[in-house]
């Protein structure tokens, strides 16, 4: 998959901008707060309807106006693709596919599909189980939008039960509680089921690239939780059986206990938790390696690699590891942003893009 432009209005500090990118690596350079970020922000806003930076759309309208706009144009093996998104100051978004609207964000994922790294992403390695279910969510939603609906399914009965569980009536809990349950259990079941075929995919590609980022010194392993085991109908029957048998526990504390809202991660370098005991050079290699497998992936899914998106991703390897990182970064497309084009391993090779204060600057 190769995104050939990437056009944008009045988006964050840009007033109006063209990036045309090529196949293979492409470096977007610049100082600080000059807009690096913002063009890699907005190629992932139009694979996924989603801001890794902004808390509400409305935010990346630049300053002054009412209204903001982000396209691209990308080939595929399929064929050519596009996608535009259009924010509001005063009304949600609109989004449309090779000019057509769509309703729903479900229908614009798996047209244009990229991977995201930038000094955020290591909240993977580094927090809460939280963060690391976000990138599950996000590149099984762009995987599959079987599970995209299921996790915004899941989420609303979940949210549902948690009010249920709130309720003065302890009749009506045990009552209703069965009802919810069973939705649940439906729901869930898939998302763990996906979930599971997708952390023992992840796992062997991850362990490949740290090992190869790392010059063979480390080795790197993902496990899941693997709580429920099984076919989708098996771990369906699994996830009601522990929510009938939480169900006390769960009217006493008020919220939902069990479930893959309650899913993490389990991530080791030289067999130690990496959050815990790892470097920070360590924690930064494991999340890029992670990123890496998601692309090994995406590969094998679709017969094409995404776009990979490196955000600052370079300045705190050394340069070995950046040297051995560059022959991954050669099998697709790249976008890499840095404060100097000197700083990616090859850059002579490279598309090279410079901006300054939203604007592409002519070498």
Same mark, same amino acid.
């Given at each position: &998959?190769i995104v050939s432009q990437l056009h944008l209005t009045d988006f964050r500090n840009?007033?109006?901008?063209?990036?045309?990118?090529?196949? !293979?690596?492409?470096?977007?350079?610049?100082?600080?707060?000059?807009? @690096?970020?913002?063009?890699? %922000?907005?190629?992932?806003?139009?694979?996924?309807?989603?801001?890794?930076?902004?808390?509400?759309?409305?935010?990346?309208?630049? #300053?002054?106006?009412?209204?903001?706009r982000v396209s691209c144009e990308a080939q595929t093996r399929y064929g050519s693709?596009?996608?535009?998104?259009?924010?509001?100051?005063?009304?949600?978004?609109?989004?449309?596919?090779?000019?057509?609207?769509?309703?729903?964000?479900?229908?614009?994922? /798996?047209?244009?599909?990229?991977?995201?790294?930038?000094?955020?992403?290591?909240?993977?390695?580094?927090?809460?189980?939280?963060?690391?279910?976000?990138?599950?969510?996000?590149?099984?939603?762009?995987?599959?939008?079987?599970?995209?609906?299921?996790?915004?399914?899941?989420?609303?009965?979940?949210?549902?039960?948690?009010?249920?569980? @709130? +309720? %003065?009536?302890?009749?009506?809990?045990?009552?209703?509680?069965?009802?919810?349950?069973?939705?649940?259990?439906?729901?869930?079941? @898939?998302?763990? =089921?996906?979930?599971?075929?997708?952390?023992?995919?992840?796992?062997?590609? =991850?362990? +490949?690239?740290?090992?190869?980022?790392?010059?063979?010194?480390?080795?790197?392993?993902?496990?899941?939780?693997?709580?429920?085991?099984?076919?989708?109908?098996?771990?369906?029957?699994?996830?009601?059986? =522990? $929510?009938?048998?939480?169900?006390?526990?769960?009217?006493?504390?008020?919220?939902?206990?069990? /479930?893959? #809202?309650?899913?993490? $991660?389990?991530?080791?370098?030289?067999?130690?938790?990496?959050?815990?005991?790892?470097?920070?050079?360590?924690?930064?290699?494991?999340?890029?390696?992670?990123?890496?497998?998601?692309?090994?992936?995406?590969?094998?899914?679709? !017969?094409?690699?995404?776009?990979?998106?490196?955000?600052? =991703?370079?300045? +705190?390897?050394?340069?070995?590891?950046?040297?051995?990182?560059?022959?991954?970064?050669?099998?697709?497309?790249?976008?890499?942003?840095?404060?100097?084009? %000197?700083?990616?391993? !090859?850059? +002579?090779?490279?598309?090279?893009?410079?901006?300054?204060?939203?604007?592409? &600057?002519?070498?």
């Open positions: &998959m840009y007033a109006e901008e063209t990036f045309r990118y090529r196949e !293979g690596v492409n470096i977007v350079c610049g100082g600080n707060a000059q807009g @690096k970020t913002n063009s890699a %922000e907005a190629i992932f806003f139009l694979c996924t309807g989603y801001s890794p930076r902004a808390k509400r759309d409305k935010q990346v309208i630049r #300053h002054g106006q009412t209204s903001a693709v596009s996608a535009e998104i259009r924010f509001f100051s005063d009304r949600n978004k609109e989004v449309s596919v090779n000019g057509v609207p769509v309703s729903r964000i479900g229908e614009l994922l /798996g047209n244009v599909n990229s991977v995201f790294f930038n000094p955020g992403e290591l909240r993977l390695v580094q927090e809460s189980p939280e963060d690391r279910r976000r990138f599950l969510d996000i590149s099984l939603s762009q995987l599959s939008r079987g599970y995209f609906y299921a996790l915004q399914k899941y989420k609303k009965i979940l949210a549902q039960r948690n009010n249920l569980l @709130k +309720e %003065e009536n302890l009749s009506l809990i045990r009552e209703t509680l069965p009802v919810w349950d069973a939705q649940l259990a439906a729901a869930g079941a @898939k998302i763990v =089921a996906e979930r599971n075929a997708y952390v023992r995919m992840l796992s062997p590609f =991850a362990g +490949e690239a740290h090992g190869e980022i790392t010059g063979g010194r480390e080795t790197l392993t993902v496990t899941g939780d693997y709580r429920y085991e099984g076919t989708e109908e098996e771990i369906c029957r699994q996830l009601a059986d =522990a $929510l009938r048998e939480k169900a006390d526990k769960d009217i006493e504390l008020g919220y939902t206990t069990v /479930g893959p #809202h309650r899913d993490d $991660l389990k991530i080791r370098v030289n067999d130690s938790d990496v959050r815990t005991y790892g470097s920070q050079g360590q924690q930064r290699t494991a999340a890029i390696s992670l990123k890496l497998a998601e692309t090994e992936i995406f590969r094998e899914r679709f !017969g094409e690699y995404p776009v990979l998106i490196l955000d600052d =991703a370079m300045s +705190e390897l050394d340069c070995s590891r950046k040297r051995r990182l560059q022959s991954f970064i050669g099998k697709m497309q790249t976008i890499v942003t840095v404060t100097e084009k %000197e700083d990616v391993p !090859g850059y +002579e090779k490279a598309n090279i893009i410079r901006v300054e204060d939203g604007k592409i &600057m002519s070498d």
